[in-house]
C-alpha cells in the first residue's frame, strides 16, 4: 500500500520558517519526480514547488521563489520543503506528490498524493 505522509506543519507568525516532510512508503521515489502543492480555503489546489527524478532541476512558483526550497533525499525515501519568512497568503493545506511515470523532469501531479498538512500564518 503506497503511503505519503506529510508533516511539520503548524501555526506560526509571519516571518517564521518551517519544514515540511513528506515520507513515501509502498514504493520508491527514486527516479521519480516529486512535488508540493498547496490549497487554500475556497481556492483551488496550486502548485508550489517541485523536483526532477534525479533532483538536477527544481521549480517554484513565482510566489514562493527565494523563500521556499524542495529537496529530496532518495535513502529516505522522503521529500522536503523549507519554508521560510512565512506570509500570510503561505495558509493552506500542503500536499506532496510523487510521480508514477519515471524520469519525468518536472512533477506532473498525476500520481500519488498525501493527505496534506496545515499551514497557517498569522500576521
Known amino acids: 500500500q503506497v503511503q505519503l505522509v506529510e508533516s511539520g506543519g503548524g501555526l506560526v507568525q509571519a516571518g517564521d520558517s518551517l519544514r515540511l516532510s513528506c515520507a513515501v512508503s509502498?514504493?520508491?521515489?527514486?527516479?521519480?519526480?516529486m512535488g508540493w502543492f498547496r490549497q487554500a480555503p475556497g481556492k483551488e489546489r496550486e502548485f508550489v514547488a517541485g523536483?526532477?527524478?534525479?533532483?538536477?532541476?527544481?521549480y517554484y512558483a513565482d510566489s514562493v521563489k527565494g523563500r521556499f526550497t524542495i529537496s529530496r533525499d532518495n535513502a529516505k525515501n522522503t521529500v522536503y520543503l523549507q519554508m521560510n519568512n512565512l506570509k500570510p497568503e503561505d495558509t493552506a493545506v500542503y500536499y506532496c506528490?510523487?510521480?508514477?511515470?519515471?524520469?519525468?523532469?518536472?512533477?506532473?501531479?498525476?500520481?500519488?498524493w498525501g493527505q496534506g498538512t496545515q499551514v497557517t500564518v498569522s500576521s
Open positions: 506528490a510523487a510521480d508514477r511515470t519515471p524520469r519525468n523532469t518536472s512533477p506532473s501531479g498525476n500520481g500519488d
Open positions: 509502498g514504493r520508491t521515489v527514486v527516479n521519480y519526480a
Open positions: 523536483t526532477s527524478w534525479d533532483g538536477s532541476r527544481t
